[in-house]
């Protein structure tokens, strides 16, 4: 019995070491499966056919008959090795380690990097200090002038596996949660876009179904199409495709959108490397992509991504092209040439943003100060990840910051975008356990805990014809960098109530200058102002055929973010109309107009000016403090200071007249601070048209 125990343990052991070896495919390995062995070669020379080609989609294709082969023969090395390889290069990098270290079991030499190989998907699969010690062993055997040629990249490599031991020691504190089947699909899903307000998604896809219906040869996917989806009842609804003339039968893709939603930066892959075109939403329809103001920007370089500024003033695009260049793609900023009508000459970012590696995905926080971008140089945990970037006061950019494990990992993060609050990061990620091959994730910033608000999230902007209304609890989050307002809301005819097109201009009222200029949407009526915080803003809204409405918010510096609900109604030409000045300032007691009332009192100047028979009441109001005669006194004052002011530009002294009305006419309550407020005020009524 013992012996016949000895012998089944010797038995055991030899099909053991025999199952570890590195077993070639030939007749003398598999004597007796000459079909099966027939099979397994010419799937292995189909493989072999496209790896050679050595590009992305062909490592892919080439996958599919290795594991074929695989299946036959587990114990090949260079099987192994070669599908680790087309692991490493696909969208799928972590599933690489396992067959690595089978290849370097059977056969710890068999290709002259496999220990570099195996230290990047110990890399990839945060096995770090194990991915260090290949990495070294690669440096270990290289020769002099190997080593002097390939020591910066390894190097750049430990370099990435240090920083994401420090980083996995510290993790922020953050959610990052699958958005679901309703974006994502079995096909890659990625360049998510939002609104500031987070009302909107825009997002790129390459599922079936993409106008023309045209698959890529390269990798056998399809063509990419734009698709959008809106949140309802704080879950996004099933994206639909956009369609003509945003989508065409060439690649079509997300890559910026203004806070508003208004305006977006598609990329058109058939000219060049790929260039940069903007549409506009014009109601319901978007305009057909174009690129006749960026001349300055495309190039014959690979144009990639790009972001509005706030104010729509300044774009920060990112590019390929040599001139400038620090490295392969850098962040480059342009200005709107109002004269020219088109963005003006681009600039290099800075030196401190970009670096002799890649930068992608730039996207600009609406709060005006706030970069983020993806790069694979210094500070990266591996691959692509996501940085931020401050502007200072003084005009100078911030030493990137890394945004943290488990936001980035060793692979590549890319495509980051954030709302308004700070609150929700929207990104791409192939993590294992998605519905495809990339899949987008929303990242929840924990803060300090805050109780459940109300917030009522309106839907910004309509692709199709009955837009959506939502109400949702959330938790509210602090994110104190985020100095941001956002003012929303419908405007509207007063009488009939329906949407009006109106132009919403923003003004700084201490520098008397024109920030931006925006427009409600024509078919909707709704609008959305990002204002960040720092400043005292004068809001006027105008539209052909209505008297303008205005709006006064002053921001101090510290201000976080807040939503602001304001809809607004927009009065005829009428006898009789009233239209209450909120950006008309007095020194403090006093009727002398301060410098921020200019560009208020040049609106009701230019007001005047267009309609040259109208005749119009100045009044001033008071709240109910102090007596009757001193208000009585400072409410006339302070109407004729500003009937002065006109006359002074030219406007004839008998189309206007000055009244104060002291405390008679509240039109809110002086029982509280923020009424009085309100009752303080200067006034504008149509005496004749």
Same mark, same amino acid.
């Given at each position: 019995m013992k012996q016949y125990l000895t012998i089944i343990l010797a038995f055991v052991l030899s099909f053991s070491v025999l199952s570890q070896q590195d077993t070639p495919f030939d007749k003398k390995a598999f004597p007796n499966d000459k079909d099966g062995l027939k099979e $397994?070669?010419?799937? +292995?020379? $189909? &493989? %072999?056919? /496209?790896?050679? /080609? %050595?590009?992305?989609g062909s490592y892919s294709k080439a996958l599919e008959f290795y594991l074929k082969a695989y299946q036959f023969n587990p114990n090949n090395a260079m099987l192994n090795y070669k599908i680790g390889t087309s692991y490493l290069y696909s969208t799928q990098k972590e599933k690489s380690l396992s067959y690595f270290e089978?290849?370097?079991?059977? @056969?710890?030499? +068999? $290709?002259? %990097? +496999?220990?570099?190989?195996? &230290? $990047?998907? /110990?890399? /990839? @699969?945060?096995?770090l200090d194990e991915a260090i010690d290949k990495y070294n062993a690669y440096k270990r055997q290289l020769s002099p002038k190997d080593l002097a040629e390939k020591r910066k990249t390894i190097d750049k490599k430990i370099s990435e596996c240090e920083i994401g031991k420090k980083l996995i020691e510290n993790p922020v504190r953050a959610f990052i949660d699958n958005v679901g089947p309703n974006i994502n699909s079995p096909d890659p899903d990625y360049s998510p876009l939002i609104t500031a307000d987070e009302s909107m998604m825009i997002f790129t896809s390459r599922r079936e179904g993409t106008t023309g219906d045209v698959i890529s040869e390269e990798d056998g996917k399809y063509y990419e199409d734009i698709y959008y989806s809106y949140k309802q009842n704080g879950e996004w609804t099933p994206a639909l495709n956009i369609g003509k003339p945003l989508n065409t039968k060439n690649n079509d893709a997300t890559i910026g959108l203004s806070s508003d939603g208004q305006k977006l930066f598609t990329f058109q892959g058939k000219d060049n490397g790929g260039d940069i075109m903007v549409a506009e939403l014009d109601g319901e329809e978007w305009t057909t992509p174009r690129d006749k103001e960026l001349k300055n920007i495309n190039t014959e370089g690979h144009e990639s991504a790009a972001s509005f500024s706030f104010d729509g003033k300044t774009m920060y695009f990112v590019t390929d092209y040599p001139e400038n260049n620090m490295g392969m793609h850098d962040i480059f900023i342009s200005y709107w040439d109002e004269n020219k009508e088109r963005w003006g000459k681009p600039q290099n970012l800075s030196n401190v943003v970009n670096s002799e590696y890649d930068e992608r995905g730039v996207f600009m926080h609406p709060d005006g100060r706030t970069l983020f971008f993806s790069s694979n140089g210094k500070g990266s945990m591996g691959g692509y990840d996501v940085f931020k970037t401050t502007l200072t006061d003084e005009g100078y950019w911030s030493e990137p910051e890394n945004l943290g494990y488990p936001i980035n990992t060793p692979g590549d993060d890319n495509f980051f975008v954030i709302d308004g609050s700070g609150r929700h990061g929207y990104y791409a990620s192939d993590k294992e356990g998605g519905y495809g091959a990339h899949d987008i994730y929303m990242i929840t910033f924990l803060g300090p805990e805050k109780p459940l608000v109300q917030s009522n999230d309106n839907i910004l902007i309509a692709s199709i014809a009955n837009p959506i209304t939502e109400t949702f609890i959330e938790e509210s989050v602090e994110i104190a960098t985020m100095r941001l307002t956002i003012l929303k809301g419908t405007i509207k005819d007063a009488f009939t109530q329906d949407p009006v097109e109106a132009e919403i201009e923003i003004v700084d009222n201490e520098k008397n200058e024109v920030i931006s200029v925006q427009k409600s949407n024509k078919s909707t009526g709704k609008y959305l102002v990002s204002l960040p915080s720092g400043k005292n803003y004068g809001i006027a809204v105008k539209s052909e055929g209505y008297l303008f409405h205005s709006e006064n918010f002053d921001i101090p510096s510290a201000t976080n973010y807040q939503e602001v609900y304001k809809d607004i109604l927009l009065s005829k030409m009428a006898v009789g109309t009233k239209i209450v000045l909120k950006n008309i300032f007095f020194d403090y007691a006093k009727a002398t107009l301060r410098s921020t009332s200019f560009p208020e009192l040049d609106r009701l100047y230019n007001l005047l000016v267009e309609f040259p028979n109208m005749r119009i009441e100045i009044s001033g109001h008071t709240d109910n403090q102090g007596s009757r005669t001193t208000n009585e006194k400072l409410s006339g004052a302070r109407a004729k200071s500003v009937v002065d002011y006109l006359v002074k530009k030219g406007i004839d002294a008998s189309r206007l007249e000055s009244k104060g009305y002291a405390f008679d006419q509240p039109i809110a309550t002086n029982d509280t601070e923020e009424g009085r407020q309100q009752n303080r005020r200067v006034e504008f009524k149509v005496l004749s048209n």
């Open positions: $397994a070669l010419k799937n +292995i020379k $189909a &493989g %072999d056919e /496209l790896y050679e /080609l %050595d590009n992305y089978n290849a370097f079991k059977l @056969n710890n030499h +068999i $290709a002259s %990097d +496999i220990n570099f190989k195996l &230290g $990047a998907a /110990l890399h /990839l @699969n945060l096995k």
